[in-house]
């Protein structure tokens, strides 16, 4: 069975720094894509960082570019999302999402979806 999880949401302060963390399980995780998307209350989900052995190297949405680093561990089958200089606008659940091609921006392209991980960043 396939499963993502996703893990270290939570609130902090703008400035601050959050790491999270999607532990994948039932699939072979090298030849995946895996991105995180976020989704704000009344907004439409939101593809922000992409990784994939198929891409030359990791994707990133303008809105994280700078701030935010994704990062695999393909021994553990997790990906990581290191977000600092978080900002109240990085307010969102958080997603991570699976495919078995190269990265895409476009929710709908994914096979496999967490459950997804709140993260609020306070003013």
């Known amino acids: 069975e396939v499963q993502l999880v996703e893990s270290g949401g939570g609130l902090v302060q703008a400035g601050g720094s959050l790491r999270l963390s999607c532990a994948a399980s039932?699939?072979?995780?090298?030849?995946?894509?895996i991105a995180w998307f976020r989704q704000a209350p009344g907004k439409e989900r939101e593809g922000i960082s992409c990784i994939s052995k198929r891409e030359s190297r990791p994707l990133y949405a303008d809105s994280v570019k700078g701030r935010f680093t994704i990062s695999s561990d393909n021994v553990q089958n997790r990906v990581y999302l290191e977000m600092n200089s978080l900002k109240p606008e990085d307010t969102a659940v958080y997603y991570c999402?699976?495919?078995?091609?190269?990265?895409?921006?476009?929710?709908?392209?994914?096979?496999?979806w967490g459950q997804g991980t709140q993260v609020t960043v306070s003013s």
């Open positions: 999402a699976a495919r078995s091609k190269s990265c895409s921006s476009d929710s709908n392209d994914y096979d496999f």
């Open positions: 039932g699939f072979t995780f090298e030849g995946y894509a």
